[in-house]
């Protein structure tokens, strides 16, 4: 069951809230913003401090609709700060939708909503009469953090990887070679590849929680139950990763399964290592398929293992551990979704966003 909505929204007033330490924030994004909507509505933090303070006044204003700039944890930490304030509120104000611009690194939220490349233009289709749905969006709990994914394995590991090939490159001719999905292939070859080469796949156990487990087939239909507190796999591993959002950034489609908005995708992958590297289009696009991956929609999950695994997440390593919990967010966000709506025909039925004094959208935060 998916978390989207099938009635299309506009927004009237809208704010953007911009991490200024992500390199695409700049001074000059800030002035072609100020274009399509009031200077006084675009938020340019560079501390947590401001970015607290900002959302503080976002909250208070009741705006329709708030965009964040500079990555998916941009976004998180908008949402964390704007519960917050809504939990510390003595007048419940209405929460605001959120929406997410073409700003970060990865993009893994800003793709799968559709917000375009061109942020102006995603600005724009916000403000037409059936300018997007709304997406009911349950995120990753991991170690404290919200994130859209993390994991064990192939995917952390390789971000360790690309750290490491960026610090090793930076200031020198070949510097480009550690930037971006250049950088994250570069790193995979030089160094990840190797690894599983040269190194056996640590052996995992993985338990689920205390909410009935699906192991998904081919379509993603459901082929198996497990009960609470079941074992779901025990043996060696490439990667152990979960997420509710079906990529891992720049197009990269991790988990073909993770939009049901009521489950995580788990995903488990044993496959030689000579078989991932040629199948590494299918894989992007997430149409892979084989007897050695595994692909379970979980609610809880936690990952055993006697030795150290790398962890990440978000994209950001985290350091090596022995188990790790994951947990689906109790709590959703409201999501600005344009990629229905850019498709819509001439005379589809629009829908104006909730008055401020309605708490249809505050009941389900």
Same mark, same amino acid.
């Given at each position: 069951?998916?978390?989207?909505?099938?009635?299309?929204?506009?927004? $009237?007033?809208?704010?953007?809230?911009?991490?200024?330490?992500?390199?695409?924030?700049?001074?000059?994004?800030?002035?072609?913003?100020?274009?399509?909507?009031?200077?006084?509505?675009?938020?340019?933090?560079?501390?947590?401090?401001?970015? $607290?303070?900002?959302?503080?006044?976002?909250?208070?204003?009741?705006?329709?609709?708030?965009?964040?700039?500079?990555?998916?944890?941009?976004?998180?930490?908008?949402?964390?700060?704007?519960?917050?304030?809504?939990?510390?509120?003595?007048?419940?104000?209405?929460?605001?939708?959120?929406?997410?611009?073409?700003?970060?690194?990865?993009?893994?939220?800003?793709?799968?909503?559709?917000?375009?490349?061109?942020?102006?233009?995603?600005?724009?289709?916000?403000?037409?009469?059936?300018?997007?749905?709304?997406?009911?969006?349950?995120?990753?709990?991991?170690?404290?953090?919200?994130?859209?994914?993390?994991?064990?394995?192939?995917?952390?590991?390789?971000?360790?990887?690309?750290?490491?090939? $960026?610090?090793?490159?930076?200031?020198?001719?070949?510097?480009?070679?550690?930037?971006?999905?250049?950088?994250?292939?570069?790193?995979?070859?030089?160094?990840?590849?190797?690894?599983?080469?040269?190194?056996?796949?640590?052996?995992?156990?993985?338990?689920?929680?205390?909410?009935?487990?699906?192991?998904?087939?081919?379509?993603?239909?459901?082929?198996?139950?497990?009960?609470?507190?079941?074992?779901?796999?025990?043996?060696?591993?490439?990667?152990?990763?979960?997420?509710?959002?079906?990529?891992?950034?720049?197009?990269?489609?991790?988990?073909?399964?993770?939009?049901?908005?009521?489950?995580?995708?788990?995903?488990?992958?044993?496959?030689?290592?000579?078989?991932?590297?040629?199948?590494?289009?299918?894989?992007?696009?997430?149409?892979?398929?084989?007897?050695?991956?595994?692909?379970?929609?979980?609610?809880?999950?936690?990952?055993?293992?006697?030795?150290?695994?790398?962890?990440?997440?978000?994209?950001?390593?985290?350091?090596?551990?022995?188990?790790?919990?994951? $947990?689906?967010?109790?709590?959703?966000?409201?999501?600005?979704?344009?990629?229905?709506?850019?498709?819509?025909?001439?005379?589809?039925?629009?829908?104006?966003?909730?008055?401020?004094?309605?708490?249809?959208?505050?009941?389900?935060?």
């Amino acid at each position: 069951m998916s978390g989207h909505t099938n009635t299309y929204h506009s927004a $009237k007033r809208i704010a953007i809230l911009l991490n200024g330490n992500a390199r695409k924030v700049t001074q000059a994004l800030v002035d072609q913003l100020s274009y399509t909507v009031p200077r006084k509505d675009i938020y340019f933090s560079k501390t947590l401090e401001e970015a $607290k303070r900002f959302c503080q006044l976002i909250y208070e204003r009741e705006y329709d609709l708030v965009f964040t700039g500079g990555g998916d944890g941009t976004l998180l930490n908008g949402v964390t700060e704007l519960q917050r304030c809504h939990e510390q509120a003595v007048t419940k104000r209405r929460f605001p939708v959120l929406g997410v611009l073409h700003l970060g690194t990865g993009n893994a939220v800003a793709g799968f909503l559709g917000a375009r490349a061109n942020i102006t233009k995603t600005i724009q289709q916000a403000q037409k009469t059936q300018g997007f749905a709304l997406r009911e969006q349950h995120w990753v709990e991991v170690n404290g953090e919200s994130t859209p994914f993390a994991g064990t394995g192939l995917d952390s590991l390789m971000i360790n990887h690309y750290k490491k090939l $960026k610090d090793q490159l930076k200031d020198g001719p070949f510097a480009f070679l550690g930037e971006g999905l250049r950088g994250y292939l570069s790193a995979l070859f030089v160094y990840t590849t190797p690894h599983f080469f040269t190194q056996p796949f640590p052996e995992i156990e993985v338990f689920n929680g205390n909410k009935p487990a699906y192991l998904l087939g081919p379509k993603g239909d459901y082929v198996e139950e497990f009960a609470p507190g079941a074992r779901l796999y025990k043996g060696p591993a490439m990667m152990s990763s979960v997420s509710t959002v079906p990529c891992f950034g720049y197009g990269v489609k991790g988990f073909p399964f993770a939009e049901s908005g009521q489950h995580m995708q788990l995903r488990l992958a044993f496959p030689p290592v000579l078989e991932a590297l040629i199948n590494i289009p299918r894989i992007c696009r997430g149409t892979y398929r084989s007897k050695k991956l595994l692909d379970f929609h979980v609610e809880e999950v936690t990952v055993r293992s006697d030795e150290l695994l790398p962890l990440q997440i978000g994209g950001d390593p985290k350091g090596y551990h022995h188990e790790v919990t994951y $947990k689906l967010s109790e709590k959703a966000t409201w999501l600005a979704d344009f990629r229905a709506a850019q498709q819509l025909p001439a005379r589809q039925p629009t829908k104006s966003l909730p008055p401020a004094n309605t708490t249809d959208i505050i009941s389900h935060i």
